[in-house]
């Protein structure tokens, strides 16, 4: 069965560049989550999209920003990086289906972030 | 306050045992669900199993279990007959209606397997 696929897998960026990251929600879900990882964390919840509308914003900084695209697939922009972005970046995909609270969420493998 | 809670930073099992792995939350919502989620040293995020609260039997998916005690507001994990490859982070997650589009993460517990 299709996943949901990131990319890239890794990347490797310096101080005050920008990073693009790309999720393809696995087929027919309409809802697209980003989170961010760091090093011995758990998952942070950044940002949400619903068919296409965003639909709710975590701990989600100034300088990035995120849209989803008429195919459904979401971009995670990121400007000005800093060190302490380097973490794993996680998409998810779910399809909502009335709202019923044990959908659950399909990760994508993730996109290493490393900024030098 | 923490919506999910995961006393356990880390863990060690002898191999063919099982292991039980806390989790506790807080909610005021009637409707939720809680998940566990897996995640290898790869860094993948794998689900494992999920409960409703709503659903009156503990939900089992192969080895993994899920201890459900709703009064408590604890989903811990049960792995029967551990195997090696089961060593891994593994995150308690729970979304609820009110905030549907969220979900939240434990800190997560590291689980070693001894051969």
């Known amino acids: 069965a299709a996943g949901v696929i990131q990319s890239p897998r890794h990347l490797i960026k310096e101080k005050r560049e920008t990073a693009t990251l790309k999720c393809y929600p696995i087929?027919?879900?309409?809802?697209v989550y980003w989170y961010q990882q760091g090093p011995g964390q758990d998952p942070q919840f950044l940002i949400s999209?619903?068919?296409?509308?965003?639909?709710d914003k975590g701990s989600i900084p100034d300088r990035f920003s995120a849209q989803q695209f008429s195919d459904y697939h979401s971009e995670l922009n990121m400007s000005s990086l800093e060190l302490g972005d380097s973490a794993l970046y996680f998409c998810?995909?779910?399809?909502?289906?009335?709202?019923?609270?044990?959908?659950?969420?399909?990760f994508g493998p993730g996109t290493r972030l490393t900024v030098l | 306050a923490q919506k999910i809670t995961q006393t356990q930073p880390g863990m060690f099992v002898q191999e063919k045992e099982a292991v039980t792995l806390d989790c506790t939350y807080d909610?005021?919502?009637?409707?939720?669900?809680l998940f566990w989620y897996k995640q290898p040293s790869s860094g993948e995020m794998i689900f494992l199993i999920y409960?409703?609260?709503?659903?009156?039997q503990n939900a089992t998916e192969g080895r993994y279990s899920l201890n459900f005690q709703k009064a408590r507001k604890s989903a811990n994990l049960v792995i029967s007959a551990s195997q090696l490859g089961d060593s891994a982070m593994y995150f308690c997650?729970?979304?609820?209606?009110?905030?549907?589009?969220?979900?939240?993460f434990g800190s997560g517990t590291k689980l070693n397997v001894k051969p």
């Open positions: 999209f619903y068919e296409k509308m965003q639909s």
């Open positions: 997650a729970m979304r609820e209606v009110r905030n549907f589009n969220k979900f939240y």
């Open positions: 998810a995909s779910s399809l909502r289906r009335g709202y019923r609270p044990y959908n659950e969420q399909f």
């Open positions: 087929p027919r879900h309409d809802t």
């Open positions: 409960q409703g609260s709503y659903d009156e």
């Open positions: 909610t005021s919502d009637q409707s939720y669900g």
